[in-house]
């Protein structure tokens, strides 16, 4: 995804930039040089990929396009980079990474300085993904209630205000939070024992439901899921935002499963359910984005409580 439009105007960024603190001084822009061949070579010395490259002569007013399409640059790799015939040597350079956060180096001399290397020390996200809100859901299943929730973006040094301040999630129950800031983050929870775990570099825009399950606690043995309960993978493609089973039989209310969960593709949860006995059901499935419905019809139960949802 670009975060950043291509044609976006130098003075817009100039101005997000002061106004997300203070910058370098702008370098003394060279002469312009013989007509020649303009060739760069980027470097990624940063510890992330770099999905976007923009290269633009310092006089003109807009970006241009991203000079990497498709493509992205891992740490550590380089690309060279042709820039048509010119007679200017003053370039500005921009590199967006995969967390939408970007990096300048403005008035290269390119007509002397052939490469250009970005550590990502001097990288800013953008104030709009800094103040951007996310719901995230939180599903309970572990063995022990969660009395907190705290979640602060992957860079901050303190973990901020708690989410839950009023409420506890009890084993099985699923909870929804509001949490501001970008989409890496890191999450801790506090269980009912005062055990504490944590979970760094979660991506709460690609995966904004998050199941807390047994592996998390630190203390006290985590009891089984009840026999009678179904195991749901979503390998769809689509978030699924409801499951609903019902009596194959036709003589009883469906129930959906996953109530304010909503599960990701490539996500499991084992869902409680109690069979009252019967075996045979079928399922009602909707699903996020526009995806059409599904029923699946005659499902056993009792022979196999594991439902795999394929595209």
């Not at 997300?20 to 061949?37: F, I, M, N, Y």
Request: charge should be negative; include cysteine.
């Amino acid at each position: 995804m670009h975060y950043i439009a291509a044609m976006m105007t130098r003075g817009l960024l100039l101005a997000g930039l002061l106004a997300a603190g203070p910058v370098r001084a702008e370098t003394v822009r060279p002469p312009r040089g013989p007509l020649g061949e303009r060739v760069l070579t980027i470097v990624n010395n940063s510890d992330r990929a770099v999905n976007e490259i923009y290269v633009s002569p310092s006089s003109a007013d807009a970006w241009g396009e991203d000079r990497l399409g498709e493509a992205t640059l891992a740490p550590g790799d380089s690309i060279r980079l042709r820039l048509g015939r010119t007679r200017e040597c003053a370039f500005d350079v921009q590199v967006i990474y995969e967390d939408a956060s970007r990096e300048l180096q403005l008035g290269q001399n390119l007509c002397r300085d052939k490469q250009l290397a970005f550590t990502g020390a001097n990288a800013q996200l953008p104030q709009a993904v800094l103040e951007a809100q996310h719901q995230v859901v939180l599903h309970n299943g572990s063995g022990r209630a969660i009395q907190q929730v705290f979640i602060s973006p992957a860079e901050a040094t303190q973990w901020g205000d708690d989410l839950l301040p009023h409420s506890s999630v009890s084993v099985g129950e699923s909870v929804t939070v509001t949490y501001q800031g970008a989409c890496a983050a890191d999450l801790r929870v506090v269980f009912d024992n005062r055990a504490a775990e944590e979970r760094r570099g979660l991506d709460l825009c690609e995966n904004p439901a998050i199941n807390i399950k047994p592996g998390w606690t630190t203390a006290d043995q985590v009891p089984t899921v009840a026999p009678q309960g179904v195991r749901l993978t979503n390998e769809s493609g689509h978030a699924v935002l409801e499951f609903a089973l019902r009596p194959e039989a036709g003589d009883g209310a469906a129930h959906d499963l996953l109530g304010a969960v909503a599960l990701a593709n490539g996500e499991t949860l084992q869902l409680p359910f109690g069979r009252n006995g019967g075996c045979r059901f079928d399922a009602h499935v909707e699903f996020d984005g526009g995806a059409p419905a599904r029923e699946i019809a005659g499902l056993d139960l009792c022979a196999n409580p594991v439902i795999t949802l394929r595209p």
